[in-house]
């Protein structure tokens, strides 16, 4: 009983620590190339990481210049085949990163960050806004404040969502 209490006021100082930083989010968007990506995805959601290999090809990022990682709600249920994945223990109180690969992935300047999970979880939406990217791009919808931009595809439709983003980033001068 006391640990469920416990969790909870631990979620309420992580969604508290969510919105100061989206409330205090200023839009950095610029002209500048797209040579660095970062990619968060939930496994749970969607186990193909090479989908978004294919992606960071497509839009001409070197692999030594793409970061990944996936996220997990139940570390018993994460794929064995996945080298680095994070789940809910690996935060703390108000927005602390307890894993220090995480916090280097969020410490990383990438040109671009795509964030393609459609599930609302408390700590995916806390990488998203953590992470110092210059450049935001999502596909959840309930709350805008994440990403500077938001391609509206259903998880399932990836392939759209690629060919979408390529084409916008063509638009902005980013690729």
Known sequence: MILKILKGFKQKSNEKYLNSILNSRELNVNNDKIKSLGIIFCIDELEDFELFRNLAEAIKVRPNKLKIIAYTESIKDAPNFWDTYYHSEDFGWNGKIKNVELQSFLDIKFDALVSYYE??????????????????????????????????TKLKEFYLFKRELIRYLNILKKI
């Open 119 to 152: 599930k609302d979880i408390l700590e995916l939406k806390l990488l998203t806004a953590m992470s110092k990217a210059k450049f935001k791009i999502g596909i959840l919808k309930t709350d805008q404040r994440l990403n500077d931009f938001i391609i509206k």
